[in-house]
């Protein structure tokens, strides 16, 4: 299967994820690409900028399933996927994931919040939400990641 990772991070810890995701998802035998949002002026991005304009939009036609990854930013779902999303294109009803990152080590503090903006937005865009997840960034990230890549694994 043709799976597009689409990742927003801002320090690099949430594209680190993705990419722990691509291998084992390629180790598999999957088609993975990871298309990264990056904004001409990351400066730029906070809470509450509209209108951010990227380097590059990624073209999602290609792929048969999606995982969607960002950062939580001041206890929501950060304003550069944000963005991105309230412009995209349908999903098209295609298997989609989502998973959010954050460094507070409690769910209630922005990771619950975000995920239920970030599906909220994917599914307003026609995709097939199937699993999501958050990845707190404390002692026990390695078991958050490791959790993760089994459910995406289960998914597609």
């Known amino acids: 299967m043709k799976i597009g990772i689409i990742v927003y991070s801002h320090t690099g810890n949430t594209l680190s994820v993705a990419e722990r995701l691509q291998k084992e998802l390629t180790q598999v035998g999957h088609e993975v690409g990871i298309e990264r949002l990056e904004p001409k002026d990351k400066d730029n991005v906070n809470p509450g900028a509209n209108d951010i304009e990227y380097k590059n939009l990624p073209d999602l036609k290609h792929y048969e399933g999606y995982v969607f990854a960002s950062p939580v930013q001041a206890f929501s779902l950060c ?13 098209d009803n295609k298997k989609t ?17 975000a995920l239920k903006q970030f599906k909220k937005l994917l ?34």
């Open 79 to 91: 304003t550069g996927m944000k963005s991105y999303l309230n412009r995209m294109e349908s999903l």
């Open 97 to 113: 994931f989502c998973f959010v990152t954050k460094g507070l080590p409690f769910n209630w503090t922005g990771g619950t919040r």
């Open 123 to 156: 599914e307003a865009k026609n995709a097939d939400l199937v699993e999501s997840g958050i990845i707190k960034w404390s002692s026990n990230k390695e078991k958050d990641i490791t959790k993760l890549i089994k459910n995406v694994k289960d998914v597609f």
